[in-house]
């Protein structure tokens, strides 16, 4: 059995005083948002539990979906990079970026430069990139692209899904289990027109095509289970909320996910096991399991 870990949109703050000059574009806007409601509702103290209780769970890998930052501020980027140290070694942690990672253009190649290591394939690559750790195949895909005020929208781009196209295929062939790492859902949430994957669509015709056994993302800081058209039945495609939310109206509470992989291609089994923070009990507890696949 392989244990998987997975969390997303830490959004670590408080966010460093940034010179003025630093505000003059789409930051300040996020500045004022966050100081408006995002800091109430992250906290680093529900964001250490989560990792010392997945931490304890053991997993052989875990997959992080982005938005560790919140206005792409150099001190930020900094930050992040030594608290996915904590997390764990380039080796045992996957990242790809969120929107928030590349906040505007002058900020867009900051996550690599900072994070590159946990961004890279088994054999270098950058996105799209394949990492193997036992029975599981990870491909890391990027979204993060800056855009205007008010827009949190992502695209992957012709060039990523052609290769992405290329990985899903020549891995169908192989005794893995393939898993999607992408911080935007790959069908827009109802309102959420201007935080929605503008080429998700593209994306469901390659998994369409190809297949994948799992997909994993963040940025709607949600619980959330799609079913995926798949060559041979349905796609399992999971949301996780944000890894640092405090229990509130706003969004939903911190969690995490860790996925029970075992098996061989056509006879699968994966078991889902979500953990949270919840009124009423101590700490981070089992929210609820189940099988996914077989
Ligand atoms: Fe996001």
Request: hydrophobic letters at 40%; glycine letters at 10%; charged letters at 20%.
């Amino acid at each position: 059995m392989f244990l998987l870990a997975h969390l997303s949109d830490p959004h670590l703050g408080p966010i460093p005083t940034p010179p003025l000059r630093e505000l003059l574009n789409k930051r300040g806007l996020g500045l004022i948002n966050w100081y408006r409601k995002r800091h109430r509702h992250h906290r680093a103290d529900v964001l250490d539990a989560i990792v010392a209780d997945m931490h304890a769970q053991q997993p052989g890998h875990i997959a992080v979906t982005g938005d560790l930052v919140n206005i792409s501020l150099p001190a930020e980027f900094a930050r992040a990079a030594r608290w996915l140290e904590q997390v764990g070694t380039p080796a045992d942690v996957t990242l790809v970026p969120g929107n928030h990672d590349a906040y505007i253009r002058r900020a867009a190649g900051s996550a690599a430069q900072h994070w590159g290591d946990y961004m890279r394939g088994d054999d270098g690559a950058l996105f799209p990139f394949v990492r193997r750790r036992g029975p599981v195949a990870m491909i890391g895909l990027t979204t993060s692209l800056p855009t205007g005020p008010f827009m949190a929208t992502g695209r992957l781009g012709d060039d990523q899904l052609a290769r992405l196209g290329e990985i899903l295929g020549r891995l169908s062939h192989e005794p893995v289990f393939r898993v999607v790492l992408i911080h935007h859902p790959p069908i827009p949430s109802h309102g959420h027109y201007m935080k929605r994957l503008i080429d998700a669509p593209k994306l469901r015709a390659l998994l369409g095509k190809h297949g994948a056994e799992l997909l994993l993302h963040g940025h709607n800081h949600e619980q959330q289970l799609l079913w995926l058209d798949g060559p041979k039945g349905h796609i399992p495609a999971v949301g996780v909320p944000s890894a640092s939310a405090i229990i509130s109206r706003h969004d939903e509470p911190a969690a995490y996910n860790l996925y029970r992989i075992s098996g061989e291609p056509g006879a699968w089994t994966c078991e889902m096991v979500v953990r949270d923070l919840r009124a009423g009990h101590t700490g981070i507890t089992e929210l609820m399991r189940r099988p996914l696949i077989g």
